[in-house]
């Protein structure tokens, strides 16, 4: 299901009753029903230790788990070699660019970077 088509269908949902109201009456439950759920959703994400979603924060926590067996040779300031058992990897993190192209693809740090 579209994301924002779910949302869509919830405030649907909870303004059965307030079609009945006037315009003005109307647009009034709207603005209170949202600020409500901004609310709610500032407070749960303000106990948040991170700003990515949950599957972005797992695969940055799997990728850091990966680099630990990596060695990793600076060729320049932002430019690195990494070696990964059989593998090696040039990895500019200037640019968010590594040459398993996962980087740029996923535009989140590979285990390489």
């Known amino acids: 299901m579209d994301f924002n088509f779910k949302y869509a269908e919830s405030i649907n949902g909870m303004l059965v009753s307030?079609?009945?109201?006037s315009i003005?009456?109307?647009?009034?439950k709207v603005r209170i029903l949202l600020a409500k759920w901004n609310c709610a959703n500032r407070q749960e994400a303000s106990y948040s230790f991170t700003t990515l979603i949950g599957k972005f924060n797992d695969i940055l926590s799997e990728n850091e788990a990966l680099c630990t067996?990596?060695?990793?040779?600076?060729?320049?300031?932002?430019?690195?070699?990494?070696?990964?058992?059989q593998k090696h990897f040039i990895v500019?993190?200037?640019?968010?660019?590594?040459?398993?192209?996962?980087?740029?693809?996923?535009e989140i740090p590979c285990a390489h970077a």
């Open 92 to 106: 500019c993190i200037k640019e968010k660019k590594c040459s398993c192209n996962a980087f740029q693809i996923d």
């Open 69 to 85: 067996r990596m060695t990793v040779v600076p060729a320049t300031e932002y430019m690195y070699m990494v070696h990964d058992k």
């Open 24 to 28: 003005y009456e109307f647009l009034k």
């Open 18 to 21: 307030a079609r009945e109201l």
